[in-house]
């Protein structure tokens, strides 16, 4: 054969290998869709293809998977759920879904900064569209078109925020200003008996008299609040105090719109967009009920779609495909409201100061747990949840062992049994290999890298931990029990450490100490102070840091104001039991309080890509989660931001806690590199 016949021969084994290996991926694309997410993918042709790899949560933006998809015919829709690695095409024809899947299927796709191997497969019909609609909270409504531009422009022009009163603040998040009664955010509430001079400005008169003849109310309102949203600007979750106003409560939005989001105490989170110019009706349970709050970003992910709904003929249905993300603008919102001259007695005594409820406290305006359940709940939302979700992006900034974790593995006795509790991705699972290793950690995500990576680990929570008493020769707990949001829960953990442990053997634990300062030498944390904005070093490099606590990313937090507070009461005094937002390698100013994590999209090897990111979804609506929030990159894409909660310690504190365990010895403690660190022996 002469040279060219053989390379020909080469090039064409080598084609026939990729093409083994594109059906192969394509085929564990498939299994992971079915197995995680219930989506079966179909064996002939259809317009209908999923396509792994292509979704929001793996960083694509919809303007770039749709063009991808465009070159291949007429696409009908495209339908990507929030936070989900993959997306849904309909073609016009199944000829252009074909071309699409030839095409397409195992390429890749540059979206800003991500790079992602697009996997396609075809699906037998839309179902997966019915199973993300969510109901609007009952008895709101919204009214969209209510004023023209013109009446607009008036309303806006009618706000005088030039002078300065009583009535008017500029409170951290936003401008407010007040008529008829002004409301007191110290105690949300107002003074009845002392009505402000000026009633409610004339503009908007016509407006309620409409809302009069159109039965939005039955009353015409004494109150109104005028609140000014400066892009980035948001108002924590609240319900407007039952004894304080009637029920009916009205909000227009004006100049800009913006995403409200309801929660329901069950946990249930509705965004719903308001268009500027849209009159917004919050009556009985929704009004009663639900908290409303605007979080505070630039940016909202809006149906692609103008409308609300994706089923025009369903107008209460919040459709959750179809996202794209909407600019902020400045909104300004005319809320007006009743002043209630009787105690309230609606039907949800739980959230009514009137019959003695408590003013709701939900998952999403965290603070510091008071009780066992709030405490979970917590723990849930601002730690589990969020492991999962920033999983794969964590775990590619966890290479390093820690010299002196490692010092103490390599210390340990061959044939030793080692439990890592809280493992993480498995960075100290191999550090010694003659050690009998087993890991655990109560995000699914990162136990399934560990497992791709060979380790021998399962999902536990640290507070029950599956193995026998007295079965370990070590434990080690490296940067897992400043995640759990009570003294008791702490305690809890270290006893459950102590248990594993055979008497003799040896636990490790650190934990982030809020000393980030320690004997005048400060730790790589604030050292990296001045890093470049993505936090890496270098381009293809992750970041590696000394602690274990190395944030991947300083981005500016800028969109989230720092120590958001959130509850009505953010404004002024309140604000003690409110855990406040940390700003990246900066000292602490507090010892509870949420660390942000801008996940970024990275190019990760083959599959693992569509495999670990589909595990970070097991939360449905985390990208509406108050854990989450997005922030703008250079070059104007933007991040989901995750926020973490943390307890850092204070010096002596870890010790103090190992102390209130019986049967255990502290052996040493020290702190390193931003951590406080213990060795226990336990008797
Ligand atoms: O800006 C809005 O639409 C809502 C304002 C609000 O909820 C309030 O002032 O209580
Ligand atoms: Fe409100
Ligand atoms: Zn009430």
């Known amino acids: 054969m002469d040279c060219t016949v053989v390379n020909n021969v080469k090039a064409a084994a080598r084609r026939g290998k990729e093409v083994k290996k594109v059906l192969r991926k394509q085929l564990k694309a498939s299994h992971t869709l079915l197995k995680h997410e219930g989506i079966s993918t179909a064996s002939q042709p259809t317009k209908n293809l999923v396509v792994a790899n292509g979704g929001l949560g793996n960083g694509v933006s919809r303007e770039d998977l749709s063009a991808a998809m465009k070159q291949f015919g007429n696409v009908e829709s495209l339908f990507m759920p929030p936070q989900k690695p993959y997306a849904f095409v309909t073609y016009r024809s199944e000829d252009d879904a074909r071309k699409a899947h030839t095409q397409l299927n195992g390429q890749k796709l540059q979206s800003g900064e991500n790079s992602v191997t697009l996997y396609l497969s075809y699906v037998d019909s839309e179902k997966h569209k019915e199973e993300v609609l969510v109901h609007f909270p009952e008895e709101l409504a919204l009214v969209e078109d ?166 025009h003929s369903e107008p209460n249905l919040v459709s959750h495909g179809g996202l794209t993300l909407s600019k902020r603008g400045t909104r300004t919102s005319f809320t007006f409201r009743k002043i209630r001259h009787e105690p309230c007695c609606c039907a949800f005594p739980s959230a009514c100061d009137s019959q003695g409820g408590s003013s709701p406290c939900p998952p999403s305006q965290p603070s510091l747990p008071s009780c066992h359940a709030d405490a979970t709940r917590l723990e849930e939302e601002y730690v589990h949840r969020v492991y999962d979700a920033i999983a794969s992006h964590f775990s590619s900034t966890r290479h390093t062992p820690w010299p002196r974790v490692c010092h103490f593995l390599s210390a340990l006795q061959p044939g030793s049994v080692l439990a890592d509790v809280g493992c993480g991705n498995g960075k100290y699972l191999g550090v010694n290999p003659q050690l009998i290793t087993v890991g655990c950690d109560r995000s699914s995500s990162l136990v399934q890298i560990c497992a791709e990576r060979g380790f021998n680990a399962f999902v536990s929570d640290a507070l029950s931990v599956p193995l026998r008493t007295d079965s370990c020769d070590a434990c080690i707990s490296i940067a897992v029990i400043h995640h759990f949001s009570t003294q008791e829960r702490r305690l809890a953990a270290v006893r459950e450490l102590v248990r594993l442990l055979k008497p003799g053997g040896q636990a490790l634990i650190y934990v982030w100490a809020y000393e980030q300062e320690y004997n005048k030498q400060k730790s790589k944390y604030l050292k990296d102070h001045n890093k470049p904005q993505n936090g890496e070093k270098s381009k293809d490099k992750p970041e590696e840091g000394q602690e274990p606590h190395e944030e991947p990313s300083v981005l500016t937090t800028s969109h989230l104001d720092n120590n958001y507070t959130g509850g009505l009461k953010d404004d002024s005094k309140m604000t003690e039991s409110k855990l406040s937002v940390h700003t990246n390698r900066t000292a602490f100013n507090s010892q509870d309080l949420l660390v942000p994590w801008h996940l970024k999209g990275r190019k990760t090897r083959g599959e693992e890509e569509f495999s670990s990111s589909l595990h970070t979804t097991n939360c449905p609506d985390s990208k509406l989660s108050p854990s989450v929030d997005t922030s703008q990159v250079p070059g104007g894409s933007s991040v989901p931001v995750f926020h973490r909660y943390y307890h850092v310690f204070q010096q002596g504190e870890l010790e103090q806690l190992c102390i209130e365990v019986t049967g255990v010895e502290v052996q040493t403690s020290y702190h390193d590199q931003g951590n406080w660190c213990v060795i226990l022996q336990k008797e």
């Open 146 to 311: 209510f004023v023209s531009p013109e009446e607009e422009i008036l309303l806006l022009a009618a706000v005088d925020w030039s002078t300065s009163n009583q009535a008017q603040k500029a409170l951290k998040h936003r401008r407010v200003k007040h008529y008829g009664f002004e409301f007191r955010y110290d105690n949300n509430n107002v003074d009845k008996d002392k009505p402000l001079p000026a009633g409610l400005p004339e503009e908007c008169l016509p407006v309620l008299h409409r809302c009069l003849q159109d039965g939005h109310i039955n009353f015409l309102p004494d109150q109104l609040t005028v609140n000014q949203y400066e892009t980035g600007q948001g108002i924590p979750p609240h319900i407007d105090t039952h004894s304080a106003f009637e029920d009916t409560i009205l909000s227009l939005s004006l100049g800009a719109k913006t995403v409200m989001e309801f929660r329901h105490p069950d946990g249930r989170v509705v965004p719903v967009v308001l268009p500027e110019r849209s009159l917004l009706v919050m009556k009985g349970e929704s009004r009663y009920l639900w908290t409303h709050g605007i979080t505070p970003r630039k940016f909202d992910l809006v149906p692609a779609c103008e409308t609300q709904s994706a089923d």
